[in-house]
């Protein structure tokens, strides 16, 4: 939870300010924008894994005194590393799409991912919550690849952005 809140703080600030570039049709700032709030993106998806994997027990110690809460939370704490650095760009993409009202192209995003997520999560149901976490996060990762797609297809190509760096 707290993650996605700091993922998706950088993201509604990226639609103002991307919108604003894409109406002017001001390519220069729209790709600076694009790359401000993927550098402070990356930086806090990284900083929420390195928490994640350092200080993730001392974390879970904070949020509940119950030893068996503390220890079932502590089997799924390496879904917890991973998860930021996965979903970091649907959370970036989303701002880019909401800035320019592409919105269509979130929800085929939402679906493609759906129809990954729903057979991975039958056939893992044996797993219990590590299948459920392992379905949720091909979901997160299907739906970053087709956000990456319409991206490079609708703004890198059509306007000639310089790649990530």
């Known amino acids: 939870m707290l993650t996605s809140y700091a993922l998706d703080g950088f993201a509604h600030a990226a639609e103002s300010l991307i919108g604003r570039a894409y109406g002017r049709q001001d390519w220069r700032e729209f790709a600076a924008t694009v790359r401000g709030a993927a550098r402070f993106s990356f930086w806090t998806a990284a ?23 503390r220890m079932t939370a502590a089997q799924y704490l390496p879904w917890m590393v991973v998860m930021p650095l996965i979903a970091v760009w649907s959370y970036l993409l989303d701002g880019v799409f909401i800035g320019t009202t592409a919105v ?6 939402i679906f493609i991912g759906l129809a990954a997520y729903l057979p991975a999560w039958w056939l893992t149901q044996g797993l219990g919550n590590h299948g459920l976490w392992l379905a ?20 890198h190509r059509a306007h000639r952005l310089p790649h990530w760096r």
């Open 47 to 69: 900083a929420a894994a390195l928490l994640f994997a350092v200080g993730g027990n001392a974390l879970i110690a904070l949020l509940t005194g119950l030893e068996e809460v």
């Open 136 to 155: 949720f996060m091909l979901f997160t990762l299907v739906r970053s690849a087709v956000l990456i797609y319409y991206y490079r297809l609708y703004y």
């Open 104 to 109: 269509r192209e979130m929800r085929n995003s």
